[in-house]
């Protein structure tokens, strides 16, 4: 079958967009390739396309659990093999997954990084036939990208283990500096690099200084119609913001990571479904949601970086219709996103004293620990030790960059279940609970696979189907995993702390420059970039957004607030007036051919064009197929 035809038969689609296809060639011929798409361009197709021409197994490397699952059902419901491994599942569940990868015919592994380099993975990586090696959000694996996650670093042992397979590293943020050390660091021998433009002609950028941002959040969603996403820092603003929208009768709901899961499916669909016109949420919202007629992103806070702003604000008019990225500033943000230097580099002798408290926490004695999984309940334990949530949250994140520990706020452990015996078997079961064998009929309906994996169930939904409750569902499960008819993992909610290495004495742990100073650098790095961002005046945002990703843009987008702003089109003010008069005089009534006005009227051709793209944004003329109308 060729590219295309794939594409037709597993995913329906017709065409490739953009990129895609040169993606996809380069990477079936072998060659190790880098591909650079927005979020939501479509860059899962271009490893799933080659991968499936191809005999073997594609191995997939992602750090988030979340949309790890996501694509995995997303391919199952196509008929196409596919499995998950990652920090959390229990050794009996990665065993039977990767088995699977061995004699199962599975086209796809998707792993996490922390587990790569784990003993049993590279034992069983021995038997498996790997035809390529996808690293997905591959700017991970830089120290100077905005998420630089140190596990992403085992990537290039592994690939030491696969000399002959290609790699194909994918990312939507990436500055001139990290596409050459992706490069680097995963060893590309003839690197093909590929980029989409940045560019999102139909998204307007703008920044309003306010010092009251709720009115202004109101103001702004009165004038506007359409769905909404804002963003902000604190949890509790969710909630408060959400519900002054909603006195005054904007349809709000409100989302956080410190929701418990079915609060948070419940509003993301109450969302989704426009049942709710905005969402309020901490950046723990967005994340492989698609959800195309956004109309309007409003930042009440500023991120800490332009990737994590263009990212968010790019949620915006995935639809390509018009579509706003708002970025509320007030005189007190400047310093207040300063501050979050100081909290997210704590003192490193303050990084030890946590390092020692939490081996309290734990009772760990020295030189024990080695591949312990501990959960971790953070507030918990900065009530004992009297530590604030956020610097002890960035120690464990740099003890982390470390390698001391394996810190993972990861909260979405969806239930698990697995038949361990077999299907005659289940069928000769005499149960003398009717609830029990109405549960196990409905889970047999709703799920497959089960007799060979581990699948993710939903007691939600069972409960729904089958009429009992969840307590019940609940009981039922853990009664046949103790007569070990089944394995039952429930949804576990806690972060993880792993021990990496023994535990060592506090006074002796070493933060080289890679891992402190360096980075810290960096982060000051994107601060300011933000800040000018914010502060600007005189540059065209989305060509200092562009510009920012290394994309030499020339033309300024004139629907930003400072293109729109008159003084900033390059003509002087009173010129401007002169042009927009001129323009409405001629065209009047009546509809014009765009070019005749050029020749009507007796000013610079750019000029004129330079005001009519103002008016036709400003919706006072319009123009359709060539000609200009009011
Ligand atoms: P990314 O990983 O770049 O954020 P995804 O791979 O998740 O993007 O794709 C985003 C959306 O675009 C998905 O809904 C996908 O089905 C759709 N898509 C991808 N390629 C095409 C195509 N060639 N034609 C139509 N839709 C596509
Ligand atoms: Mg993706």
Redesign the pocket.
């Known amino acids: 079958m060729t590219y295309k035809e794939i594409?037709k038969k597993y995913?329906n689609?017709d065409?490739?967009?953009g990129i895609?296809e040169d993606i996809i060639e380069s990477i079936g011929q072998g060659h190790d390739t880098l591909g650079l798409?927005p979020?939501?361009?479509?860059?899962?197709?271009t490893f799933q396309i080659p991968a499936l021409s191809k005999p073997g197994l594609c191995l997939v490397i992602t750090p988030l659990i979340a949309l790890m699952k996501d694509q995995v059902r997303n391919l199952r419901e196509r008929g196409i093999k596919a499995v998950a491994v990652y920090s959390g599942m229990t050794r009996e569940e990665i065993i039977v997954a990767l088995e699977n990868c061995i004699f199962g015919d599975y086209k796809f592994l998707y792993i996490s990084p922390e587990r790569l380099d784990t003993e049993i993975f590279r034992t069983k990586l021995k038997s498996m036939n790997i035809s390529m090696i996808t690293v997905d959000e591959s700017h991970c694996i830089s120290q100077w990208g905005y998420d630089f996650r140190p596990a992403y670093t085992k990537i290039s042992d592994i690939r030491s283990l696969l000399p002959n397979v290609p790699v194909l590293a994918l990312t939507?943020t990436a500055t001139p500096e990290v596409v050459d050390d992706i490069q680097k660091q995963l060893d590309f021998k003839d690197g093909r690099v590929f980029k989409m433009s940045f560019e999102r002609n139909n998204l307007a950028y703008i920044v309003r200084n306010t010092e009251n941002k709720q009115a202004e959040i109101l103001h702004i969603l009165s004038r506007m119609k359409g769905s909404a996403i804002i963003y902000t820092r604190n949890r509790k603003k969710t909630k408060e913001i959400a519900n002054f929208l909603n006195i005054n009768n904007i349809t709000a709901t409100f989302y956080h990571a410190g929701l418990n899961n079915d609060v948070k499916d419940a509003r993301q669909k109450s969302w989704l479904e426009d049942k709710s016109r905005v969402m309020v949420s901490t950046n723990a919202f967005g994340m492989g949601i698609?959800k195309p007629d956004v109309r309007i992103v409003i930042h009440a806070d500023m991120p800490d970086s332009p990737e994590a702003y263009f990212q968010e604000a790019g949620r915006a008019g995935r639809d390509g219709e018009k579509a706003y990225a708002v970025l509320l500033n007030s005189k007190s943000d400047k310093s207040t996103l300063q501050k979050r230097v100081a909290d997210t580099f704590p003192e490193k002798d303050y990084i030890r004293k946590i390092y020692e408290d939490i081996n309290y926490y734990y009772q760990m004695a020295m030189g024990d620990g080695l591949e312990c999984t501990k959960a971790f309940n953070i507030d918990e334990f900065c009530r004992n030790f009297k530590h604030f949530p956020i610097q002890t949250d960035s120690a464990l994140k740099i003890l982390t960059r470390a390698g001391y520990l394996e810190y993972t706020d990861e909260q979405d452990n969806a239930s698990r279940l697995m038949f361990t015996i077999r299907r005659d078997e289940l069928y000769r079961l005499e149960s003398k609970d009717p609830d029990a064998d109405k549960l196990i009929n409905v889970i047999l309906r709703s799920y497959t696979g089960l007799f060979t994996d581990y699948a993710f169930i939903n007691e939600e939904s069972l409960s729904i189907r089958s009429g009992l409750t969840r307590q019940r569902i609940y009981d039922i499960l853990v009664a046949f995993s103790k007569s070990h008819i089944l394995h039952y993992i429930p949804q576990k909610k806690t972060p993880y702390i792993i021990y990496t290495r023994e535990r060592q004495n506090a006074d002796r742990i070493i933060f080289t420059p890679e891992v402190y100073e360096k980075r810290k650098e960096s982060y000051e790095k994107r601060i300011k970039a933000m800040i000018d961002y914010a502060s600007s005046t005189d540059n065209c945002r989305s060509r200092m957004l562009l510009d920012y990703f290394g994309e030499k843009n020339k033309h300024n987008c004139m629907m930003c607030d400072v293109c729109l702003d008159k003084h900033n089109t390059g003509i002087k003010k009173g010129e401007f007036k002169e042009i927009e008069e001129n323009i409405l005089r001629v065209v009047g009534d009546k509809k014009i051919a765009a070019a005749s006005l050029f020749d009507l009227l007796e000013y610079d051709k750019e000029k004129i064009q330079n005001v009519i793209t103002y008016l036709t944004h400003e919706e006072i003329i319009h123009v359709k197929d060539g000609f200009i109308f009011i």
Do not use: E, H, P, V
Request: hydrophobic letters at 40%; glycine letters at 18%.
């Open positions: 594409l995913w689609f065409n490739f967009r895609q798409m979020t939501g361009g479509g860059k899962s197709i939507a698609d």
